[in-house]
């Protein structure tokens, strides 16, 4: 259930989508714009619907238009027939802003009658009036003919206009709104863009030290994590290249030290023999083994150096010549020719082996060189008195040579700068293996450790 759960968390697309977030702020910004319009709306019939807005901008209007038509068919000493003056009044007057109904003085039929439907149709479309919100919106007014008093019925379309510029403002309103809130939500998102750019420029700047913030668990924070990762590599590749420099610094001044004293001496020797200060035979050849002896330490010397650059080229063919080999039959193969010849000469061997078949992928020059390099550390270093353990173990994955020996407390060379033991964890690293030393005042332990090819049959 837990490692259910783990892989959920790890590959679950909600959690780290930048179009699952997007989606997310365009839905959260369109919600919040649907309920301004929706609250807006509601506002805009609750002023319109209220006593308020009929008494100041309906009634009064209404009235003065009532009015007017009074006064002028008093003026003009109308009756209800004239019909054409009536005309030329809505004309002048209305403007089309209200409607007009008028009735006959005995109230049987319309004697009269200019854009009232049309308005009370408007404010149903527009409006969603009901029939009892139309008939509060019809004013009744009495006008006095020469023929008598008739019913006069006035509607404005002012709520018509009203809606009308309201439902504009308000749509820009909500676009505006969507529009501001979408960019409030993503503009976190934004800094958190910006505040990598800068941190970018920091590191362009060869401040390798200053960390890129990592916030949330979208693409952009993958990003953010990837180049933090390239950091730190960069910085501890930067960082092993100065140490190679100065460790390679360090070896050449110590082989220089080492190969100096050797060849001096030799020197020293050469100039007795050449200037032939012995008193006897015996004499002249005691300088002629030194100065021998020292030419092979001096040899020593400088074959460790080699081997220890041919490890670290890079350039090498034996990076590009690994092939899949029995590891078995050639690690024991190589074994095999280095103990035949130190068990003649006084060393004791137990060698634990497995059985079963299994390859890796290795450059085997590379692998004779190593067991040289291991071999001839136990010849110079290793006590004979005691048993070498030799152990081979390998797994799925991996096969792991251990290589156990007693220090012999008075070796019979000595080894300069350590170079060997660089030059083995070298040609292990293009194995793309590993190389690990176990060492005590008693003890010395080599493990090398090979990655398998698994499922490689011949």
């Not at 977030?21 to 319009?37: H, K």
């Not at 439907?117 to 919106?137: A, F, K, Q």
């Not at 400088?302 to 590891?327: H, I, M």
């Not at 194995?431 to 499922?455: A, H, W």
Request: proline content about 2%.
């Amino acid at each position: 259930m837990k490692s259910f759960c783990r892989l959920i968390k790890k590959y679950n697309p909600l959690r780290k989508s930048l179009y699952v977030e997007l989606f997310v702020a365009i839905l959260i910004s369109g919600l919040i714009a649907i309920l301004i319009d929706i609250f807006s709306i509601a506002i805009a019939f609750a002023v319109e619907d209220s006593s308020w807005y009929d008494r100041n901008f309906i009634q009064p209007v209404l009235e003065e238009k009532a009015a007017s038509l009074q006064d002028y068919v008093l003026d003009n000493n109308l009756s209800s027939a004239d019909l054409k003056s009536l005309k030329i009044w809505y004309k002048s007057n209305s403007d089309r802003k209200i409607g007009l109904y008028i009735e006959s003085v005995d109230q049987k039929e319309i004697i009269y009658e200019n854009n009232f439907s049309n308005i009370i149709s408007d404010l149903e479309y527009y409006i969603s009036y009901e029939s009892e919100d139309v008939d509060r919106s019809i004013k009744e007014f009495t006008v006095n003919f020469t023929d008598g008093t008739s019913t006069v019925y006035m509607i404005s379309n002012s709520a018509v206009s009203y809606f009308k510029t309201f439902n504009f403002i308000i749509g820009w309103a909500s676009f505006l709104s969507f529009i501001l809130i979408f960019v409030l939500i993503i503009r976190r998102k934004i800094k958190y863009i910006q505040r990598i750019t800068d941190a970018i420029r920091v590191l362009e700047n060869d401040n390798l030290d200053y960390e890129i913030p990592e916030e949330g668990s979208d693409e952009i924070t993958s990003v953010a994590k990837s180049l933090n990762h390239m950091r730190t590599t960069l910085s501890k590749q930067i960082e092993s290249e100065k140490k190679a420099i100065q460790a390679n610094n360090s070896l050449v001044t110590a082989l220089s030290h080492d190969l100096r004293t050797p060849l001096t001496t030799q020197l020293g020797y050469l100039e007795i023999l050449k200037e032939q200060h012995y008193t006897s035979e015996e004499e002249r050849q005691e300088y002629l083994d030194k100065a021998i002896e020292n030419g092979k330490q001096i040899k020593i010397l400088s074959d460790r150096l080699f081997e220890y650059f041919l490890a670290f080229d890079r350039n090498t063919e034996s990076l590009q010549q690994r092939e899949v080999v029995d590891a078995l039959e050639l690690f024991m193969q190589l074994i095999t020719e280095h103990t035949m010849y130190l068990e003649e000469i006084g060393f004791q061997f137990l060698l634990d082996e497995p059985e079963e078949q299994f390859f890796v992928e290795v450059n085997p020059e590379d692998c004779m060189r190593i067991f040289n390099n291991i071999f001839s550390n136990i010849e110079k270093y290793a006590d004979k008195n005691e048993t070498v353990i030799i152990r081979i173990h390998h797994t799925e994955n991996q096969c792991e040579i251990m290589i156990s020996n007693r220090i012999d407390r008075k070796p019979k060379k000595n080894e300069s700068a350590k170079v060997g033991l660089e030059s083995l964890r070298a040609l292990m690293t293009r194995q793309g293996g590993q190389f690990k030393v176990e060492r005590n005042n008693i003890s010395f332990r080599t493990v090398l450790t090979f990655p398998v090819k698994e499922d490689y049959k011949v």
